[in-house]
């Protein structure tokens, strides 16, 4: 029930996005760079990457060096880079 709720909430939220970044990851998802602010933090950008099995993971995104860095939120420490070339733009209505 909790990954229930925790799903409607995401796709909730995603009806207010009207644009984003996003690529496919290892676990059989997407990762989705938003561009709302990260709570706390006034750089980070919100990113969400959800697994095959219907996990999610969330943390911040950056650019800095010609690379998009991820933090991920309680991974201890946990980081991603991303090749900017590689994400998808989308848009709502796409």
């Known amino acids: 029930m909790k990954k229930v709720l925790i799903g409607l909430m995401l796709v909730c939220g995603m009806a ?5 970044m996003e690529t496919n ?10 561009p709302t602010k990260c709570a706390g933090n006034d750089t980070g950008r919100t990113v969400i990457a ?4 219907g996990s999610t ?6 650019y800095f060096a010609e690379m998009v860095h991820v933090v ?17 733009y989308k848009k709502n209505n796409d």
């Open 16 to 20: 207010h996005a009207d644009e984003w």
């Open 72 to 88: 991920w939120t309680g991974q201890g420490g946990k980081t991603s880079a991303f090749d900017p070339k590689t994400l998808t």
């Open 25 to 34: 990851n290892e676990a059989g998802g997407k990762i989705l760079f938003l």
């Open 57 to 62: 993971l969330h943390g911040c995104w950056f």
């Open 50 to 53: 959800s697994g095959r099995d």
